[in-house]
T-cell receptor, first 112, second 115 residues
Framework: TQLLEQSPQFLSIQEGENLTVYCNSSSVFSSLQWYRQEPGEGPVLLVT?????EVKKLKRLTFQFGDARKDSSLHITAAQPGDTGLYLC????????????FGTGTRLTIIP | KAGVTQTPRYLIKTRGQQVTLSCSPI?????VSWYQQTPGQGLQFLFEYFSETQRNKGNFPGRFSGRQFSNSRSEMNVSTLELGDSALYLC??????????????FGPGTRLTVL
């Protein structure tokens, strides 16, 4: 069974601060996705990383896939209240195990 | 392009009853997956359907079942409801088996409360 542990589980910081969320597993994934979910809605895809060591930037968000494709991180620079939400990583098991395994989630609150 | 729709949005049932939830995927998407989301267990995969066939299944008891119709719409059924089945049930569609992209497009979910 593939498991994805996210840390921290909860994070509350002031607007303008930087933060990093981690997503770790003992399993290798063919790709890893990050989603954000807001209250009353389903998760929305932010990014997909595929190659070990890959770094993707989305405005103030930087995503990194570990070299061994077992872990990932999400770094937010100068957090804004609009960044508030539940952040979920999800690993794709690849051929023969195509279902997504979601991480335990990080609930982020940005205080104005 | 219209998003994924789920009906109903809210549902209250009592223990022992059964329930059917419905999902309409994004037009052109033929893969539909169902997830259960609870505060304690997070987002857990139930099953996935493609072309009316179940392709993948999570670790849930047989009380949880699903099906997909020829127009890609999907339903999931939970029989003999238990208190622990109270959760947000999310449906997601993708074009994985045709495009290779496993991006999941989620609906808003059905909030099921079992009393």
């Amino acid at each position: 069974t593939q498991l994805l542990e996210q840390s921290p589980q909860f994070l509350s910081i002031q607007e303008g601060e930087n933060l990093t969320v981690y997503c770790n597993s003992s399993s290798v994934f063919s790709s890893l996705q990050w989603y954000r979910q807001e209250p009353g809605e389903g998760p929305v895809l932010l990014v997909t990383v595929v190659t070990g060591g890959e770094v993707k930037k989305l405005k103030r968000l930087t995503f990194q896939f570990g070299d061994a494709r077992k872990d990932s991180s999400l770094h937010i620079t100068a957090a804004q209240p609009g960044d508030t939400g539940l952040y979920l990583c999800a690993g794709d098991g690849g051929f023969g195990n195509e279902k997504l395994t979601f991480g335990t989630g990080t609930r982020l609150t940005i205080i104005p | 392009k219209a998003g994924v729709t789920q009906t109903p949005r809210y549902l209250i049932k009592t223990r022992g009853q059964q329930v059917t939830l419905s999902c309409s995927p994004i037009s052109g998407h033929r893969s539909v997956s169902w997830y259960q989301q609870t505060p304690g267990q997070g987002l857990q995969f139930l099953f996935e359907y493609f072309s009316e066939t179940q392709r993948n299944k999570g670790n849930f008891p047989g009380r949880f079942s699903g099906r997909q119709f020829s127009n890609s719409r999907s339903e999931m059924n939970v029989s003999t409801l238990e208190l622990g089945d109270s959760a947000l049930y999310l449906c997601a569609s993708s074009s994985y088996w045709t495009s290779g992209s496993n991006e999941q497009f989620f609906g808003p979910g059905t909030r099921l409360t079992v009393l």
